[in-house]
């Protein structure tokens, strides 16, 4: 009575996963890290040379908003501008009005050669302006 060939059913024992591979991922975020340590740090590079003088004490400082550098020359850079003395107290107020109400670092650093006049000049431009909390930058003495 049997009516025809009977089926058999083959069952599998492995069968396939779909796995996705992170390896790529991986390599992705490595180079991320990578990225932004080396931008990070090239930010807080500056470019005007100034040989700061030495000090016994001094206090490191995270990156500071603005930075004056007065050079050998005299020559006075803001932000790495380069800004004539005519012109300090206007770009000095035009700064105290960007960073109102605001916590920010104004940091000088002045060369060891530069004239002591120049540096009081721009520490006078910037109480005229008022801006009052700013910094001498120094070199430790290793």
Same mark, same amino acid.
């Given at each position: 009575?049997?009516?025809?060939?009977?089926?058999?059913?083959?069952?599998?024992?492995?069968?396939?996963?779909? %796995?996705?591979? $992170?390896?790529?991922?991986?390599? $992705?975020?490595? *180079?991320?890290?990578?990225?932004?340590?080396?931008?990070?740090?090239?930010?807080? %590079?500056?470019?005007?040379?100034?040989? *700061?003088?030495?000090a016994v004490?001094?206090?490191?400082?995270?990156?500071?908003?603005?930075?004056?550098?007065?050079?050998?020359?005299?020559?006075?850079?803001?932000?790495?501008?380069?800004?004539?003395?005519?012109?300090?107290?206007?770009?000095?107020?035009?700064?105290?009005?960007?960073?109102?109400?605001?916590?920010?670092?104004?940091?000088?650093?002045?060369?060891?050669?530069?004239?002591?006049?120049?540096?009081?000049?721009v520490m006078?431009?910037?109480? %005229?302006?008022?801006?009052?909390?700013?910094? *001498?930058?120094?070199?430790?003495?290793?």
């Open positions: 009575m049997s009516t025809g060939p009977k089926s058999f059913k083959i069952e599998r024992k492995f069968q396939p996963r779909v %796995q996705i591979d $992170l390896t790529p991922l991986i390599d $992705l975020v490595f *180079l991320l890290v990578a990225f932004f340590m080396i931008t990070s740090s090239l930010k807080s %590079q500056s470019v005007i040379s100034v040989d *700061l003088p030495k004490q001094t206090q490191k400082k995270d990156l500071e908003d603005i930075v004056i550098s007065v050079t050998k020359n005299n020559e006075i850079y803001i932000n790495n501008v380069k800004c004539s003395k005519k012109m300090l107290i206007v770009k000095f107020k035009e700064i105290h009005e960007k960073i109102k109400g605001k916590v920010s670092n104004v940091n000088i650093k002045g060369d060891k050669l530069a004239n002591y006049e120049t540096i009081v000049e006078d431009k910037l109480n %005229q302006a008022g801006i009052s909390n700013f910094v *001498l930058s120094t070199v430790g003495n290793d």
